[in-house]
């Protein structure tokens, strides 16, 4: 690809060879998730999937683009606010090992090591251990103000077939790239 | 005490809380930007409601909801919270959970719900043609 805008072919070939059904890439906001998660949710009802399979697929989808746009408006006031809010990228796609949802965007250098470990201890855990984190995590007392549940990583690894795959890759000294796969 | 209506929107359900028939109804998809944000007034209404409630009065709650995103879910654990409490205190509340047949996802999120609660919690399937809808 390179500097020629006005020939997408490569892109479209990338995109095609990875398997994608749809994706964006950009700046994540309420509308757009809606948007793409009707898109995604029609596309599976005529791909003739069961019920479950498409509310699986958009659950991870709805969770993985939340999760990105929740942690943008954490880092909005930050000097990386504006490079995190547009780093955003999601694919939903389909393999011969069935779909796929993945989902990229920068995080700053000083959380990547959080969520590593909450990765790495979701990873440790079968089925059962899932269901047990879920429901102490839903249960849990939170802080005044919270916007968030801590639920969406374990509820991703619930709905996955296989355990969650991650990478994270550093840009520079004060951001990395966080790759996040999960297979429905 | 006056009645809520919110109206549905793409991600948020539709919310009736009817004082005079002790009804509260929830129907729809829930994936707002802020689930907190979206269902404070929920709670606000419903902790008035249930302090005032009468023993001899049943409060009759109604859930159809297709899908609930994770913060939404804790939203709907927090407002099971205060129902239990209720109940624990000697009010009558009762729950219908409706799920769409074919929606396994729906059956076990009610399911977990239902598995930590005391209170009357019924889980009913409908069928394409909405059978079994006794709303």
Not at chain 1, 112 to 131: H, W
Not at chain 2, 14 to 42: C, R
Not at chain 2, 90 to 118: H, M, P, S
Request: hydrophobic letters at 35%.
């Amino acid at each position: 690809m390179g500097d020629n805008f006005d020939n997408l072919i490569g892109l479209q070939k990338v995109l095609q060879n990875y398997g994608v059904l749809i994706t964006f890439s950009g700046r994540f906001t309420q509308e757009v998730i809606e948007e793409l998660g009707d898109a995604v949710k029609k596309y599976l009802e005529t791909d003739a999937t069961s019920l479950t399979d498409t509310y699986n697929v958009f659950s991870v989808f709805i969770e993985q683009t939340q999760n990105i746009k929740n942690y943008s408006v954490k880092k909005d006031s930050s000097s990386l606010g504006e490079q995190i809010a547009n780093s955003g990228v999601v694919v939903i796609g389909k393999s011969n090992m069935g779909y796929f949802v993945s989902s990229g965007n920068l995080v700053a250098t000083q959380d990547v090591k959080p969520l590593i470990d909450q990765l790495e201890e979701i990873k440790q855990q079968d089925k059962t251990g899932l269901r047990k984190m879920y429901k102490e995590q839903l249960k849990k007392e939170l802080p005044e103000g919270s916007t968030t549940a801590g639920l969406g990583l374990i509820d991703m690894a619930r709905k996955a077939c296989q355990p969650l795959t991650y990478s994270i890759v550093q840009v520079d000294e004060k951001v990395h790239f966080f790759s996040l796969q999960v297979r429905v | 005490m006056d009645g809520l209506i919110i109206e549905q929107t793409k991600s948020t359900p539709k919310v009736v809380l009817d004082p005079q028939k002790a009804k509260l109804s929830i129907e729809g998809q829930s994936y707002p930007e802020n689930a907190f944000k979206f269902y404070e007034p929920i709670f606000t209404w419903l902790d008035e409601y249930l302090d005032q409630l009468q023993q001899d009065v049943v409060l009759e709650i109604y859930f159809h909801m297709p899908y609930i995103n994770t913060s939404s879910s804790k939203c709907m654990m927090m407002l099971f919270e205060k129902l239990e409490e209720a109940h624990e205190a000697g009010k009558k509340v009762t729950i219908r959970w409706y799920y769409d047949q074919e929606n396994e996802i729906a059956l076990e999120c009610a399911e977990e719900f239902k598995e930590d609660l005391g209170l009357p919690f019924e889980i009913i399937p409908l069928n394409d043609e909405g059978i079994n809808n006794g709303k």
